[in-house]
């Protein structure tokens, strides 16, 4: 049987399909406490995934089985003296970091108090509070290795959008940077990324279309500035380059979910993706800007993003596929060449839950948090989940996928997942 699908699947890639991509549904649906926004962010390094849910004021953790290719439920992570959790979660190793609300005052967010914490799971459990600080929490968390950035976009006008990356000596984790943008700058610190060597801090609020930061760890163990990607088309505004960033060593991709092709004719708001390489000096130059296929005004395709090697999953949590209401969408980009300077991006997936909505009238924010590794392969969020009021959802796609498309059709195990021709 596996045979018959294996030889399926090449005559039907083979052959020019009807669209681009193939359709590729969930292997397993993640779900949480009963309308608790379960999915509004997922991180994944590996065998272990965090999933979001502020409603119940939990982090859900599950463990990748390498032998079954499947998630299994772990420990529910309730941070003691939450009030509230801020948007963001992130993932590196055995530790989960996350943003716990302690107070939210009397006029919030500019009355609450906020703490960023690192919950190592083993060897050795602990939780050690990184920073305590007044304002609004972080709206962005990514680490890898012995780092960890958040971004704080400031939405209260009382103390400016910065950022902060901290590092851990073995021991103990200290604060290796702080940057804060200019006053009245609301937008610097919505998106962060980091591969450990590279740090990418994203402000969609700048200027006309927005930029991104660019920072690098030094030969010292600090973290130092290297510059600023500003966006410039001067045939449109309001791309919003930088609400999503991903780094992974010598590629660097930003989302721009208000970007159109210009105004001249006009051409809808669909989103897209820019890719950077590195050249020769060590500087991130623009190689391409990347729609999905099909993409329609205000899909807001580039608002959530996540990389890895050279695969990447797109979201677009304001797709509209079954009806007038947004229901969100997902899409996975591979990567030609050996690097993003010497190869480009094509779309040939699109991902889907199923079912995707119960009510076809419900709006979904499916694609509003996506999380990839080529190890555990790729979890999509959809926080409004089926009915559209909050119940929400993460759906799990194998990583055979990854592979398959990746290193060609040697490597692959085809009964994980199912794919046809829209």
Known sequence: MKTLRALALL???????????????????????????????????????????????????????????????????????????????????????????????????????????????????????????????????????????????????????????????????????????????????????????????????????????????????????VNTIVYENPLQSGARFGASVAVDEDCLVVGAPGYNRGFIPPTPDTGAIVSYGLNQFGLWTPQETVVPEGALEDDAWGDSLSLAGANLVLGGQDVQRLNANPQGDAALFRRSGTSCAEGSWSEYARLRATPLVIDPDAPADFGAAVAIDELSGVLVGDPMGPTGEGDGRAYAYSASLLVLFTDGFETGDLSQWSASVP
Do not use: C, K
């Not at 959790?85 to 609450?112: C, E, K, M, R, W």
């Open 11 to 225: 005559l039907t890639l083979a052959t020019p399909p009807l669209a681009a991509f193939e359709t590729i549904s969930a292997d397993e649906t993640l779900s949480g406490g009963s309308m608790g926004e379960f999915g509004l962010r997922v991180a994944v390094d590996g065998a272990l995934a965090a999933v979001l849910s502020p409603g119940d004021l939990t982090i859900q953790l599950f463990t990748f089985d390498t032998s079954t290719q499947g998630w299994t439920v772990g420990p529910t992570l309730s941070p003691s003296g939450a009030v509230g959790l801020g948007p963001a979660v992130a993932v590196s190793g055995l530790t989960v970091f996350y943003s716990v609300i302690t107070d939210f005052g009397a006029n919030p967010p500019a009355t609450q108090t906020y703490e960023v914490r690192a919950q190592r799971l083993f060897p050795s459990p602990q939780v050690v509070t990184l920073i305590a600080s007044p304002g609004a929490a972080p709206a962005a968390l990514a680490a890898a290795e012995d780092v960890v950035l958040l971004g704080v976009p400031r939405g209260d006008g009382n103390v400016q959008s910065h950022m902060r990356v901290f590092g851990y000596d073995g021991s103990t984790w200290s604060q290796l940077l702080q940057r804060a943008a200019e006053p009245f700058d609301l937008g610097y610190g919505s998106a962060v990324a980091t591969d450990g060597t590279w740090f990418a801090v994203g402000d969609p609020a700048e200027g006309d279309n927005g930029a991104v930061e660019i920072l690098i760890r030094q030969p010292g163990g600090g973290v130092g500035y």
